[in-house]
């Protein structure tokens, strides 16, 4: 069976997780990339980014849109804190795809804006 | 086919291409708007078209986007005026209009009046709002013209709409792995240290290359191992595949265990070319490691022996005749006088060896001195037994002559 954690933990764990993207000095940004990770827009978290876990899922604060995006097919975005570093990638999907992230349309025009109306991030189990 | 809102008339996402076969009323001299509500996300408009169905004159022709005010286009919020095409069908212009989201607007054409006949595509249902003006040389502003001609009419003009992109997340972190639950594991190369279950059983981490394994838990073949199929070291404190309390190693790397054994004899056991070291017991019941034992070229070392269950280093072990010598306290605390000759037993055999009294020897042992063995054991016992009445288990030192 597979390890499990009590939910102060997986608290813990979100908040871990997720603070990260507030370890820079500005805030932290949420690329979304084409499948070979060139960026196509670039989205900017609030600082905090996430308020605290409840019941294991931190929930992201307003997520500022880009409004003149690169352009290109989305297949994942890249959570990262202003000085570059990684602190998680996840899927990104059309609507109804089954992505982490689902967007209305994963082809974007350069130029166009692209925004999250919401975003959580839920610990493991 | 037919003049739908939203694929040939009104907003779109995808500029029409068909013939929306509707039916034509005239544009030239004309002013002719169609009424339809933005999509949700919309941001701009980026192409006007509209369906001319008839006519080929290249007269010049008036784009332009109008405000709704209780279902009457009012005031020109964009307008390019200035186009002309010999074409008929779909004619487009390019234009970059910033608009609302979910808000209705209405599109319109105006052609100047020329020689012959142009002809825009209408229907009469369907629609959200429909008007035309005759006598007119441009699009005005504001709109004018009172009540719509139609509320549910519409006309072929399409406004190509760019949407932002927009959507929600929700990110949850797994611990599975492909194969089953809880573990994290590589099949390439680096570390991998792990506290619970991998995809063969429960609560190890797994190694399939070369590397380090540490974990704390079972392994797929049983219990309590880290296993490693390739080069790496493995370190354990508990039970390995082939039995209990054994780190193994398949590959080649050093085990290092401090209990128990393969074959339940209490040993450590190399199967590849690494150094075994263990501090407990040994192999075969005889209280020895045998050369047997060691699969490959590393060496054993064994500091202690237990024998048959009886404590005793079997006669077996012991070749010559040697006598039994202790000091006289030893000698009568067993019931025995010296020259007396009590009977050692072991693996089942019995051999008769003289005592004698050793002046100042230490009590209680009793060594047996050999006449040419070659085992030694610093600890061992013997269960010695008189003819008569010894029944007493005393310890002793075998050492070879």
Not at chain 2, 28 to 35: A, E, I, L, W, Y
Not at chain 2, 202 to 211: K, T
Not at chain 2, 394 to 400: D, I, K, L, P, Y
């Amino acid at each position: 069976m597979s390890a499990t954690h009590p939910t102060g933990v997986r608290n813990s764990l979100a908040d871990l997780v997720v603070d990260l993207i507030d370890a820079g000095a500005a805030a932290g940004t949420l690329e979304f990339q084409t499948s070979g990770s060139a960026e196509v827009a670039t989205l900017t978290f609030s600082d905090p980014a996430f308020g605290s876990a409840s019941s294991a899922v931190a929930t992201a604060s307003a997520i500022t849109a880009d409004s003149s995006a690169t352009g290109g097919t989305i297949t994942k975005a890249v959570a990262k804190d202003s000085n570059g570093n990684i602190c998680f990638t996840c899927t990104v999907t059309a609507t109804g795809g089954g992505g982490d992230i689902e967007l209305n349309s994963v082809v974007v025009s350069a130029a166009q804006q692209v925004s999250v109306t919401s975003l959580t991030y839920t610990a493991p189990p | 086919m037919a003049l739908t809102l939203g694929v040939n008339s009104g907003f779109v996402t995808t500029a029409p291409s068909a013939d929306p076969a509707g039916t034509g009323v005239t544009i030239d001299g004309s002013s002719v708007v169609t009424k339809h509500t933005s999509p949700a996300n919309a941001a701009k408009i980026t192409s006007i078209g509209w369906y001319r169905e008839s006519g080929t004159n290249g007269a010049n022709f008036e784009v332009a986007l109008y405000s709704d005010l209780a279902g009457v286009p009012v005031t020109r919020l964009f307008v390019d005026n200035t186009n002309s095409t010999t074409s008929n069908g779909w004619v487009t212009v390019a234009v970059d209009w910033a608009i609302s989201a979910s808000t209705a607007y209405w599109l319109a054409v105006q052609m100047d009046a020329h020689s012959g006949s142009s002809g825009i595509d209408t229907a009469a249902s369907g629609g959200a709002g429909y008007d035309a003006q005759t006598s007119q040389t441009t699009l005005n502003d504001p709109y004018g013209g009172g009540l719509v001609a139609d509320a549910d009419g519409m006309a072929a003009i399409y406004a190509l709409v760019q949407l932002n992109v927009t959507g929600t997340g929700a990110v949850i972190a797994q611990s599975a792995d492909a194969a089953g639950s809880g573990v994290s594991k590589s099949s390439g190369s680096g570390n991998v240290v792990a506290g619970s279950a991998d995809a063969a059983g429960a609560g190890v981490a797994q190694w399939l290359a070369a590397g380090a394994v540490s974990a704390q838990a079972a392994d797929a073949a049983g219990v309590g191992i880290s296993k490693s199929s390739g080069s790496g070291n493995v370190i354990a404190g508990a039970a390995d595949a082939a039995g209990v309390g054994v780190s193994r190693s398949v590959g080649g790397g050093a085990p290092q265990a401090s209990a128990a054994v393969v074959d339940g004899d209490g040993i450590t056991k190399s199967l590849g070319t690494g150094a075994v070291l263990a501090q407990a017991a040994a192999v075969d019941g005889d209280g020895a490691v045998t050369a047997a034992n060691v699969v490959g070229s590393g060496a054993v070392s064994a500091q202690a022996a237990s024998v048959d269950g009886d404590g005793a280093v079997s006669d077996s072990a012991i070749t010559g005749t040697g006598d039994v010598r202790a000091s006289a306290s030893t000698i009568s605390g067993m019931g025995l006088v010296e020259g007396d000759q009590p009977q050692s037993s072991g693996g089942g055999k019995f051999r008769k060896r003289p005592a004698w009294i050793v002046p100042m020897h230490p009590r209680p042992y009793m060594p047996i001195i050999t006449g040419s063995g070659d085992v030694r054991a610093g600890s061992a016992s013997v269960r010695a037994r008189g003819e008569k009445k010894m029944s007493a288990r005393q310890r002793a030192f075998v050492a070879g002559a």
